[in-house]
């Protein structure tokens, strides 16, 4: 399960629990979670990428635990935003598809749901949330009505980069543009924004010098439109010709300088060492044409995309930092989830064990203070779409996108295929009959989607297009 993992303290070393605790509530550290869009999982030097250095995300993948089987608990945007929020499986609270259609009231993540920030903040964290939403963009459903202090950014699924004060603001369901709000009110605003969203997370860090704060960042780099900054366009490599590998490149180097400055900042201003930090992309990279905002994200050795439930649409990097608590350059190989951000952000603040969720506190593992892997299980549903995966077997139907159809149950030994080349279902019929139960029993407890059809639906089905025309501010 671990490569490297050992025990940084003495009382860890003797595997107390109740020191573990009390370390906990002794220090309440900030907590920073760094959600990158639509990240290619190979794209990074860390897992193989070299068409451009991304030495500042690699670092931060050295300077803590990189779990290399981590997953969202959705392949698309907002659904699996929507699980990480609350800790919960997003398809039992029917937030199963982006919310891009219907009646605005009801869109969004499910005013019933708690986010990380409605319970940080209750336990006297400031909070923020800079960068994209996606969680609806009704008064009720922003970022202010659920949890945050303060908000900087846009509130669905796409925005252009490159912001211009005397532009036009344009609102559509699927995306916006030069529509940056600060709070409640758009902004006229000239820069890039993955610059102008990491100035806003340092200055909120700074302005809470003393008060444990939770920021989350959400940038929606590398997600399209694949514009390119000038201040990056002479790093691209001139090798590479493709208009649209060359945006995804840019967006790319944009990220890494980003998550490098605001890492140094934090270990400038000594931050850094009272500092949880998750890093993950929300989903897989989408590099199949013409569906799910294509980007020219690279996957493999994964097989699948954005979209897709296969491992290049669910299996994403996922890097947890805490110098001094957690050991640098560790690898943890169990399968982990978005969903245990959560219950892991709120043990370190000193608030009980919340009732109802799926996700688990991950330190105990990642201390090595608990041996066993974090899940039994982990499911998915996305649309027609599913899959589970138990230890290393993984049963899956996905979605043939050119085909337009959804595959049968397939089995893949992903200790020995994790890019589900071999399907073993015909020589497992047990096992696939076993996963088959494991997983009805647990949809059993999921609902109809609340927006967007059926779970039998399609979910490439197209969205309009954004509004013409100036929007009124939400």
């Not at 990240?39 to 860390?46: I, N, R, W």
């Not at 036009?168 to 559509?172: H, M, P, Q, R, V």
């Not at 609340?450 to 639906?457: A, C, F, M, S």
């Given at each position: 399960?671990?490569?490297k993992l050992?025990?940084?303290?003495?009382?860890?070393?003797?595997?107390?629990?109740?020191?573990?605790?009390?370390?906990r509530?002794?220090?309440?550290?900030?907590?920073?979670?760094i959600?990158?869009?639509?990240?290619?999982?190979?794209?990074?030097?860390?897992?193989g990428?070299g068409e451009?250095?991304?030495?500042n995300l690699?670092a931060?993948?050295?300077?803590?635990?990189?779990?290399?089987?981590?997953?969202?608990?959705?392949?698309?945007?907002?659904?699996s935003?929507a699980g990480?929020?609350?800790?919960?499986?997003?398809?039992?609270?029917?937030?199963?598809?982006?919310?891009?259609?219907g009646?605005?009231?009801?869109?969004?993540?499910?005013?019933?749901?708690?986010?990380?920030?409605?319970?940080?903040?209750?336990?006297?964290y400031?909070?923020?949330l800079?960068?994209?939403?996606?969680?609806?963009f009704?008064?009720?459903h922003?970022?202010?009505?659920?949890?945050?202090?303060h908000?900087?950014?846009?509130?669905?699924?796409?925005?252009?980069?490159?912001l211009?004060?005397?532009a036009?603001?344009?609102?559509?369901a699927a995306?916006?543009?030069?529509m940056?709000?600060?709070?409640?009110?758009?902004?006229?605003?000239?820069g890039?924004?993955?610059?102008?969203?990491?100035d806003?997370?340092?200055?909120?860090?700074?302005r809470?010098?003393?008060?444990?704060?939770?920021?989350?960042?959400?940038?929606?780099?590398?997600?399209?439109?694949?514009?390119?900054?000038e201040h990056?366009?002479?790093?691209?490599?001139?090798?590479?010709?493709?208009?649209a590998?060359?945006?995804y490149?840019?967006?790319?180097?944009?990220?890494?300088?980003?998550?490098?400055?605001?890492?140094?900042?934090?270990?400038?201003?000594?931050?850094?060492?009272?500092?949880?930090?998750?890093?993950?992309?929300?989903?897989?990279?989408?590099g199949r044409?013409?569906?799910f905002?294509?980007?020219?994200?690279?996957?493999?050795?994964?097989?699948?995309?954005?979209?897709?439930?296969?491992?290049?649409?669910i299996?994403?990097?996922?890097?947890?930092?805490?110098p001094?608590?957690?050991?640098?350059?560790?690898?943890?190989?169990?399968p982990?989830?978005?969903?245990?951000?959560?219950?892991?952000?709120?043990?370190v603040?000193?608030?009980?064990?919340?009732?109802?969720?799926?996700?688990?506190?991950?330190?105990?593992?990642?201390?090595?203070?608990?041996?066993?892997?974090?899940?039994?299980a982990?499911?998915?549903?996305?649309?027609?779409?599913?899959?589970?995966?138990?230890?290393?077997?993984?049963?899956?139907?996905s979605?043939?996108?050119?085909a337009?159809?959804?595959?049968?149950?397939?089995?893949y030994?992903?200790?020995?295929?994790v890019?589900?080349?071999?399907?073993?279902?015909?020589?497992?019929?047990?096992?696939?009959?076993?996963?088959?139960?494991?997983?009805e029993?647990?949809?059993?407890?999921?609902?109809t989607p609340?927006?967007?059809?059926?779970?039998?639906?399609d979910?490439?089905a197209?969205?309009?297009?954004?509004?013409?025309?100036?929007a009124?501010?939400?």
């Open positions: 399960m671990r490569r050992f025990l940084l303290l003495p009382w860890l070393a003797l595997g107390l629990a109740t020191g573990v605790a009390a370390e509530s002794a220090a309440r550290p900030n907590v920073l979670l959600v990158a869009d639509d990240l290619g999982y190979a794209d990074l030097g860390v897992n990428g451009v250095r991304t030495p690699d931060l993948a050295a300077a803590g635990v990189r779990c290399t089987n981590g997953y969202v608990s959705a392949p698309y945007c907002s659904p935003r990480m929020l609350t800790g919960r499986y997003q398809t039992h609270f029917g937030h199963e598809f982006n919310p891009h259609v009646d605005e009231a009801t869109l969004g993540l499910p005013l019933e749901q708690r986010t990380i920030a409605d319970r940080l903040r209750g336990a006297g400031a909070t923020a800079v960068g994209k939403w996606h969680q609806g009704s008064a009720a922003h970022p202010q009505s659920r949890g945050f202090d908000y900087f950014g846009f509130l669905v699924g796409g925005h252009n980069y490159l211009h004060k005397d036009e603001a344009k609102f559509g995306h916006s543009h030069d940056i709000y600060r709070d409640r009110t758009v902004q006229k605003l000239e890039y924004t993955t610059d102008l969203f990491t806003e997370a340092i200055g909120f860090i700074d809470n010098p003393t008060k444990p704060w939770f920021l989350y960042l959400a940038y929606n780099a590398v997600h399209t439109p694949l514009e390119i900054a990056l366009l002479e790093r691209i490599p001139a090798a590479v010709t493709d208009p590998r060359r945006g490149l840019s967006l790319l180097l944009g990220l890494d300088d980003a998550v490098g400055r605001l890492v140094a900042h934090l270990r400038q201003t000594g931050r850094d060492q009272d500092t949880l930090i998750f890093f993950l992309s929300d989903n897989g990279g989408s044409k013409p569906f905002a294509y980007n020219t994200g690279v996957n493999r050795p994964l097989r699948g995309d954005k979209g897709q439930t296969l491992e290049g649409g299996h994403v990097p996922f890097f947890v930092v805490w001094g608590r957690l050991a640098a350059g560790t690898t943890f190989t169990a982990v989830s978005a969903l245990d951000i959560l219950p892991t952000a709120t043990a603040a000193g608030i009980p064990p919340v009732e109802g969720i799926d996700g688990v506190d991950l330190l105990p593992h990642l201390y090595g203070a608990n041996p066993a892997a974090p899940h039994e982990l499911f998915w549903r996305f649309g027609s779409q599913a899959a589970v995966r138990r230890g290393n077997w993984k049963l899956v139907r979605r043939d996108f050119a337009k159809v959804t595959t049968g149950w397939e089995l030994d992903l200790a020995s295929d890019g589900e080349s071999r399907d073993l279902a015909a020589q497992r019929p047990e096992l696939v009959a076993e996963l088959t139960r494991a997983w029993k647990w949809n059993g407890k999921n609902i609340r927006w967007h059809g059926t779970v039998n639906e979910p490439t197209p969205v309009a297009p954004a509004a013409k025309g100036k009124k501010a939400k």
